[in-house]
């Protein structure tokens, strides 16, 4: 008779001592054991060819892996993504690079034991979506890059828990301003360093620089119309910006690309001729000096309608794309109600700005990456759009011409002094176009995203989400007035020039508050005597979501009031 051997214990194996590496094996014992199950750990001198008596789990990169020699072992894997191969008792975990194999320790423990990340600093166990199946299994991202843009959050506490949910879900790339960097590195840089993430130093901060270098050289602050033109013409402060960025990235090695911006001002005919160009060489001029340094750190520039001018997002006669660095697109004041085809002149000549770059980037051998303002703030305003579909739709279209890369811009808002907004939760409102935009990118599918996110709402759920699929199409409406109230927005009527010419925008706000007075919410009040800014912890994701709604009911009342009160002192003036 045979004897039944009983598997009581799962010994994970580590292929190399890489801080990732080393990261991930922390991760995985603790994410089984929170899940009930024990787990040994050992480095590759402990592994033997097979072992009947154990579950194995094998963290390894895929270079290590095809160095096993067995044909078998020839998979390849795109980006930054991973494989999981079962064979017996073994799940080999196979990453491209240290931090594909995090990425791979996460999804096996979201597979095998159910754990979900859906809001930040939590985690939750629910039922397991399926073992890992016998054989290989490939996942790989929709995009080679993926992540957020902070400019101005210096909050180093939320920036922590928004690095540790981000790549649990699939980001690989953070972007700090130079300023903000310089705030809060010493409070990241662990966070970022052990999961291996890019990290990307630039925005707008031409200014930082410059004071910055001012206080080391004899060096005079230059006025707006000199900062356009400090890429063209002023070559001896060129060279100490480019000085001060080499030492930056010598003095902080997780920085792995630059993409400094020109002020955030419109340029004017006079001034538009040679721009871009000028502007390229000088990205081209860094990555010379930053190889020089011997800094494996990329660069790009960016393309972007700055004061709404297309002078400085559309490519200038014909110019070529840079062969030595990448391009970055953006293209604000966009009309969130419909994808980046539409046929709106603006977004048409804007996606054909798009197509155009990306084309020429190509061309040269380089990448083009956008930037999206899904969580922006202070373009989508205190009338906050949920942009689930939105998102969806743009990522899809955005992959099918072959984008390299989608950033998220994270804006809080500018809040103005009105006492029933000071405590309006701007984290955790954008963070659900957040979550579906980092879901998606990383190549989950849709239906997968949504339905375990309104899984929390239990018998709610559908009710919530049809809910939030109206509010998208009613809300997101009023982007399609950013351009034509710019630099105002349909919450500024104050900035407004002749707002009695825009008499859609408060019925248009009526409609808004009318819709979401229909809905009885009458749990709110009681909720909102203790709800703070930033307190959103303290609340179940369904109080929060009501918090929301109430929200945008005050935001669309008090608007349509005051737009509605200005228009007619203007119209008896």
């Known amino acids: 008779m045979v004897r039944k051997v009983e598997i009581i214990i799962t010994n994970i194996i580590y292929w190399d001592n890489h801080e990732t590496t080393l990261f991930a094996v922390e991760e995985l014992r603790r994410l089984m054991r929170e899940a009930g199950y024990e787990s040994t750990i050992g480095n590759r001198a402990v592994f033997i060819e097979s072992d009947e008596y154990h579950n194995r789990i094998i963290l390894i990169t895929a270079n290590d892996y095809r160095a096993l020699g067995n044909k078998a072992n020839l998979i390849t894997i795109k980006d930054d993504g991973f494989a999981f191969v079962r064979v017996d008792n073994d799940v080999w ?15 096996y423990c979201r597979n095998q034991f159910g754990y979900r990340w859906i809001e930040l600093d939590k985690e939750s166990i629910v ?84 004071k910055e270098i001012q206080k080391d050289a004899d060096v005079n602050m230059l006025g707006q119309d000199e900062k356009l033109k400090f890429f063209a013409e002023n070559t001896h402060l060129q060279d100490k910006v480019i000085d001060k960025i080499v030492a930056i990235c010598l003095e902080n090695k997780v920085v792995t690309r630059i993409s400094l911006w020109p002020e955030d001002i419109g340029i004017d005919e006079k001034n538009a001729r040679g721009f871009l160009p000028t502007y390229i060489r000088f990205t081209e001029k860094l990555k010379v000096a930053l190889n020089g340094a011997r800094l494996k750190v990329e660069v790009e ?29 953006a293209y604000w004041g966009r009309d969130y109600s419909s994808g980046i085809d539409a046929d709106e002149p603006r977004q048409v000549r804007a996606y054909r ?12 051998a380089r990448s083009l990456t956008v930037l999206e303002y899904y969580s922006d703030h202070f373009m989508l305003s205190e009338l906050f759009p949920p942009l689930l579909t939105r998102i969806q739709q743009d990522l899809l279209e955005y992959k099918q011409l072959s984008i390299n890369g989608v950033l998220n811009l994270i804006v809080p808002t500018h809040q103005k002094q009105l006492e029933r907004m000071t405590n309006y939760p701007w984290k955790w409102i954008h963070h659900l176009n957040n979550y579906v935009y980092t879901r998606v990118a990383w190549g989950e599918k849709y239906e997968v995203v949504v339905e375990e996110y309104f899984a929390i709402f239990n018998e709610d759920k559908v009710k919530l989400h049809n809910m939030l699929v109206e509010l998208e199409k009613l809300i997101s409406q009023h982007t399609k007035w950013n351009v034509p109230l710019f630099p105002a927005r349909v919450v500024d009527p104050e900035k407004v020039y002749e707002p009695a010419k825009h008499v859609m925008i408060p019925a248009y706000l009526g409609e808004v508050a009318d819709w979401l007075s229909a809905w009885n919410l009458p749990e709110i009040e009681s909720l909102l005597a203790i709800q703070t800014r930033d307190n959103y912890h303290a609340f179940t994701t369904k109080e929060m979501m009501l918090i929301y709604f109430y929200y945008l009911k005050k935001t669309a009342e008090t608007y349509k009031d005051e737009w509605t009160l200005i228009g007619g002192l203007n119209d008896g003036l």
């Open 301 to 329: 520039y960016i393309v972007y309608n700055a004061g709404l001018s297309w002078n400085m997002l559309e490519r200038e006669h014909q110019k070529e794309a840079s062969d030595r660095v990448d391009a970055l697109y």
């Open 127 to 210: 039922k397991p979506m399926s073992a890992v199946k016998a054989g290989l299994t490939i996942r790989e991202p929709l995009f080679a890059r993926r992540g957020n843009i902070l400019e101005t959050i210096n909050d180093p506490e939320y920036i922590d828990s928004l690095i540790d949910w981000g790549v649990k879900n699939g980001h690989n790339e953070y972007f700090f301003t130079f300023f903000l960097w310089d705030d809060i590195k010493s409070y990241v840089t662990p966070a970022l360093q052990k999961r291996g993430v890019h990290v990307t130093l630039g925005g707008h901060s031409l200014s930082y620089l410059l």
């Open 353 to 364: 700005a798009l197509r155009d770059w990306n084309e020429e980037t190509r061309k040269q």
């Open 93 to 107: 975990i196979i990453g491209n690079e240290p931090r594909s194999i995090l990425y791979g320790v996460y999804g």
